[in-house]
């Protein structure tokens, strides 16, 4: 893979990256059918663009044909926000629908501490009050959890030490998608810059 920063271990290839978002896909279809009640929304930056990739999908290849897909900013609802070493710029949030009485699937890339999740959760209150909100990620570190958050819909689970950090690849095209998991964030960081 020439786009993948040296040192990190590919756990997910091109081809596979694809297969699991067509059997994410499945699994939303066939718990929610057509879609008639339900919505997706992805969390800013990186849930928006696997949530973009699974609404391709569904409206493409399934055929669902009133897919109602948002996006939601958590910036300040994290419980760190006032802790970073720089102020942090806020995303978009683009939600142009009632989330009221309708089962919302809320997606990320990783799933790891769940302090992400549940400042989606308490944002996503501001828009109304969901019939049920699950969780869609395409990679549940498992056994790093700081909150009692779950995903029900997970394209992967990995066990990594806590000092590890999957690293989701986002290519234009989603063919060129992978993950990568480097043995320290430290190490990630330095071989970006």
Known sequence: MENKPE??????EQEHFQLILQRLA???VEKFNDFSDTCIIGLQPRGVI????LAKILREDLQ????ELGKL???FYRDDFRRREKPLGAYVTDIDFLVEGKNVILVDDVLYTGRTVQAGLTALNHYGRPKSVELLTLIDRQFNRHLPIESTFTGMRIDAVDEAYVYVDWEEDLAGHQVILFD???EFKQLMQ
């Open 184 to 186: 320290r964030k430290e």
């Open 64 to 67: 669902i044909k009133n897919l």
């Open 7 to 12: 040192g990190g271990k590919v756990i997910i």
């Open 50 to 53: 696997l949530a973009q990739g």
């Open 73 to 75: 900013d958590i910036t």
């Open 26 to 28: 499945h699994q939303l």
